[in-house]
Nanobody, 114 residues
Framework: VQLQASGGGLVQAGGSLRLSCAAS????????MGWYRQAPGKQRELVARITTGHMTDYADSVKGRFTISRDNVKSMVYLQMNSLRPHDTAVYYC?????????WGQGTQVTVSS
């Protein structure tokens, strides 16, 4: 299993970024995928997840601002982040939840300046 996240960067408050995660090594289309984030000194937290049927779930703090999506042909999962705020600053991780363990990408840094 490989999860390769990209798209992070430095953006001003109110700006937008789109994160991408390229997945390989497993049958992407039959698995739920997620995005998590971890800010300095804080625990990793769920940001959003998307099921095989494209049902989505979001953390309350990002509802209405972030959108998760997936492309089962390309084995990609995306996180469109709008109206970014300084407290969105974190390392963002692509996640594959399996019954026996979680798989994680390498993370991509998102920094939002005020």
């Amino acid at each position: 299993v490989q999860l390769q996240a990209s798209g992070g960067g430095l953006v001003q408050a109110g700006g937008s970024l789109r994160l991408s995660c390229a997945a390989s090594g497993f049958t992407f289309r039959i698995n739920t995928m997620g995005w998590y984030r971890q800010a300095p000194g804080k625990q990793r937290e769920l940001v959003a997840r998307i099921t095989t049927g494209h049902m989505t779930d979001y953390a309350d703090s990002v509802k209405g601002r972030f959108t998760i999506s997936r492309d089962n042909v390309k084995s990609m999962v995306y996180l469109q982040m709008n109206s970014l705020r300084p407290h969105d600053t974190a390392v963002y991780y692509c996640n594959l939840p399996w019954p026996t363990r979680d798989y994680w990408g390498q993370g991509t840094q998102v920094t939002v300046s005020s």
